[in-house]
């Protein structure tokens, strides 16, 4: 198991590659890169440095026009999308775990001390201490900030004041997966995560309007049957694609709380999605496409095996995995086919990747930030 599913028990935060630590001392060799003669064309635009190595996972925020990072030493950068020019600089004070959520006015992040830290103009507008640890960026809408922690609680407060307004957590489950998983919109709904199941919530009350568990496999300990919902999730109308950690990728069709089809493909990261198909890779890095209607089968390769793949993203035609050494793949969304292939800095992607428009988002472990544009 990848060394970024982190596991959270009663009283430590572990690694579950330590957990596994019989599985092999050594991550399985990498597949060599084949030779990519170009099919399209694409190229650097811009590039940027947040000066710092970001925290592994934390996700890019997207605003109109603007591009908003966070790096681990508490550094929130507001980028220009065509050019990469800083439009802001905003020193939060400590380190960050989680980041970034912003519904344009606002930004919101959270800090190593557990502290959820709103920005507006330029400054901190209000902090307020969490109960526990969070990795997943928090969520800002209707004039709220919505929190997914490690411990599975997820909770609500007030955008202005910081006032906490609500709190939903379960109980009963030993560990929990500390890796950015599912909180996002859905109409006049929440949706999280809460491990294997999709919760929909009423975001003014905290309420359950009800749920649904993705099917998920029967390890034989705690660690084989962890199966939490991980970002990234896509939205498409009325439908929800997303993958369960290490058990199946899926889509739910959510006003009817259904499962409209699922298949069992161990992973570790989230899904792309658009009308059409379904992308993701499994635990070993074989890419695999579904019809986003039925669930069938499109095309599946393993030219990319065991390259510590990034989640994936759809950009028209292409799909687009970020590597262990900094490379962009990007595959035919139709059949899979290698189209073209783009280096960083050879560090490794670090967060998901982000689309506004035509410019593609990159960054890299050691705090690179890439942007291109295919054509």
């Known amino acids: 198991m990848r060394s970024v599913a982190r596991l959270v028990g009663a009283a430590a935060l572990i690694g579950a590659a330590a957990l596994l630590a019989g ?14 003669v170009p099919r399209i064309t694409g190229k650097q635009v811009w590039r940027q440095s947040l000066g710092a190595a970001p925290v592994a996972g934390l996700s890019v925020a997207v605003q109109g026009d603007r591009f908003l990072v966070a790096s681990r030493d508490g550094v929130v950068l507001a980028l220009d999308v065509a050019t990469g020019a800083e439009r802001a600089r905003i020193a939060v004070g400590e380190p960050l775990t989680a980041g970034v959520g912003s519904d344009g006015r606002h930004i919101a992040v959270v800090g190593a001390s557990n502290d959820l830290i709103v920005l507006e103009g330029g400054k901190v507008r209000w902090r307020s201490r969490l109960g526990s640890r969070a990795v997943t960026a928090p969520l800002v809408a209707g004039e709220r900030v919505f929190v997914q922690r490690v411990d599975r609680t997820i909770e609500a407060y007030d955008v202005l004041d910081g ?8 109980s009963g489950e030993p560990l929990a997966l500390a890796q950015p998983g599912v909180l996002l919109p859905f109409k006049d709904t929440l949706l999280a995560g809460q491990g294997a199941r999709l919760l929909q919530i009423d975001p003014l009350l905290g309420t359950l309007r009800q749920e649904l568990a993705l099917p998920a496999q029967r390890g034989t ?8 919902l ?13 993958r369960a950690f290490q058990s199946s990728v899926g889509c739910v069709q959510v006003e009817r709380n259904q499962l409209r089809w699922s298949r069992n493909f161990g992973g570790y990261q989230g899904v792309a999605a658009d009308a059409d198909v379904l992308i993701a890779a499994d635990g070993s890095d074989r890419v695999s496409a579904w019809k986003a209607s039925s669930g069938d089968l499109l095309w599946s390769h393993e030219r990319v095996r065991n390259r510590r793949l990034s989640a994936p993203l759809i950009s028209g035609s292409t799909v687009v995995f970020g590597d262990f050494e900094g490379w962009l793949h990007f595959f035919g969304r139709e059949r899979g086919d290698s189209l073209l292939r783009l280096p960083t800095d050879g560090s490794g992607i670090a967060a998901p990747l982000v689309r506004a428009g035509t410019t593609l988002l990159a960054i890299t472990q050691s705090g690179g930030i ?3 544009r295919p054509d």
């Open 23 to 36: 599985c092999g001392a050594s991550p399985p060799k990498p597949a060599p890169l084949e030779v990519v």
């Open 163 to 170: 006032r906490k307004l609500w709190s939903l957590s379960r």
């Open 221 to 228: 300990n705690e660690v084989e049957r962890l199966a939490d």
């Open 230 to 242: 991980v970002a990234p999730a896509v939205r498409l109308g009325d439908v929800l694609c997303l």
């Open 370 to 372: 890439y942007a291109f």
